[in-house]
Structures are given as C-alpha cells and as structure tokens.
C-alpha cells in the first residue's frame, strides 16, 4: 500500500478514535478527505493490493474484516432469499458500492435498488435508488451502529437494517433524520420484518441467521 493510502486507512474494528473535529482543532492541523474519484484511480493504478478489502466512507479508507463463516452464512442467504422474493420489482446488489457522495462509497451486503437494473451499468447507485441497504455486522458491529449508520442517514438512504449476528437480531432503522434515523425496530428469531418497500414481504429472522448451535 501507498504512503498515501497507508495514512488514510483505519481498522473500524479497533477503539474508537477521539473524534476528528476535536483532534484537528488540538493539533491545528487538518485532515484531507480522499474523494471517490481519487478512490478509483487509485484503484485503477493498483496502489492496493489484490487481497485489500478496503471502503470508502467520510473521505476514509477503512479495512473491511476479514468475512468469517457465519457472515457468508448470512449474506448468501439474505442474497439468496431476496431474489426469492424481490425479483422483477428490485434490483438486488450483493456487496457491491453505493456513491453516498463524493467522499463516501461503502460496500453494503445487500441492497434493493431501484429498476431498471440497467441504470447502474455506467453508475453505482446513490441514496435516491436504494430501498434498502443491509449490513451484516459481526465483528464491525459498533461500526455499522456508529459511522455508517450517521452516514447512511445523513445521506438520506430510506432504510437501513444490522443483522446482528453476535445478538441474534434484525435491527431495523427508517425515516433518516440528520445523522439519526426516526425509527427503530428490532426484530429477534422466531419473529419477522418487512422492507418498507415491500411491507407484505415478511421475513423470519431465522431464514438469515445462521443455524443456533
């Protein structure tokens, strides 16, 4: 990695950093943002390496954890059960970007996009597409609870779910406020939740969990 992708890389899965405001007016310096379409051309110039999982949130890189089994458990049967269901009337992403904004393109589990699925051929989706963006959270959990919730909200994403697999539940956020969302449910085995794009579409938590031991 690059002196310069190297300084702007953290690990979302270590303590939590002083908050950036705070540390830059003590230290009198500022921190650059990378922006996207610096993002891709790094990229594209191979300044990281193949095996790097990297993405792209308020101008950070940050390391995606390594995926353990029970997270590729959860994301092939959340992929595997929204096609299922939402075939001809979403765009289901597995993995894949959404552009928040110049600064900002994570790499959510899921989503439902908007149709027609050939809109995002020569663009990734933004905000204004995704019904629903899910992220499958083990060990990055106080991450997707913390930064990339006020992320998603702040940009105006509709609904956004956590499958927590270290407690077992569905945790369900709507109706974006700020850097907050106004709503929020939480759904645990034996009970079901609906996208509210689809609200007659109820899924058993237990369908996406992996098995209890």
């Given at each position: 990695m690059s002196e310069m992708a190297a300084a702007a890389t953290e690990n979302p899965t270590a303590a939590p950093a002083?908050?950036?405001?705070?540390?830059?007016?003590?230290?009198?310096?500022?921190?650059?943002?990378?922006?996207?379409a610096e993002y891709h051309r790094m990229d594209d110039a191979e300044i990281f390496g193949p095996e790097e999982r990297l993405e792209l949130l308020d101008g950070v890189l940050f390391e995606i954890p390594p995926?353990?089994?029970?997270?590729?458990?959860?994301?092939?049967?959340?992929?595997?059960?929204?096609?299922?269901r939402f075939a001809g009337r979403a765009a289901v992403s597995a993995q894949n970007p959404i552009t928040l904004d110049e600064i900002s393109e994570?790499?959510?589990?899921?989503?439902?996009?908007?149709?027609?699925?050939?809109?995002?051929?020569?663009?990734?989706?933004?905000p204004d597409d995704a019904m629903l963006v899910v992220e499958v959270s083990m060990s990055s959990l106080k991450f997707d609870l913390g930064r990339k919730l006020r992320a998603y909200a702040?940009?105006?994403?509709?609904?956004?779910?956590?499958?927590?697999?270290?407690?077992?539940?569905?945790?369900?956020?709507?109706?974006?406020?700020?850097?907050?969302y106004r709503v929020h449910l939480s759904a645990g085995r034996g009970?079901?939740?609906?996208?509210?794009?689809?609200?007659?579409?109820?899924?058993?938590?237990?369908?996406?969990?992996?098995?209890?031991?």
């Open positions: 002083e908050p950036a405001e705070t540390a830059q007016a003590q230290e009198g310096v500022r921190v650059r943002p990378i922006t996207v995926m353990s089994p029970e997270h590729a458990y959860a994301v092939r049967r959340l992929t595997t059960v929204f096609v299922q994570p790499q959510p589990d899921i989503m439902l996009n908007e149709l027609p699925e050939e809109r995002y051929a020569k663009a990734h989706p933004t702040r940009r105006g994403v509709r609904e956004y779910w956590i499958v927590d697999l270290v407690h077992e539940r569905v945790e369900v956020y709507r109706g974006p406020a700020g850097e907050a009970e079901s939740v609906a996208p509210l794009a689809f609200p007659n579409e109820a899924l058993v938590v237990d369908e996406i969990l992996p098995p209890p031991e």
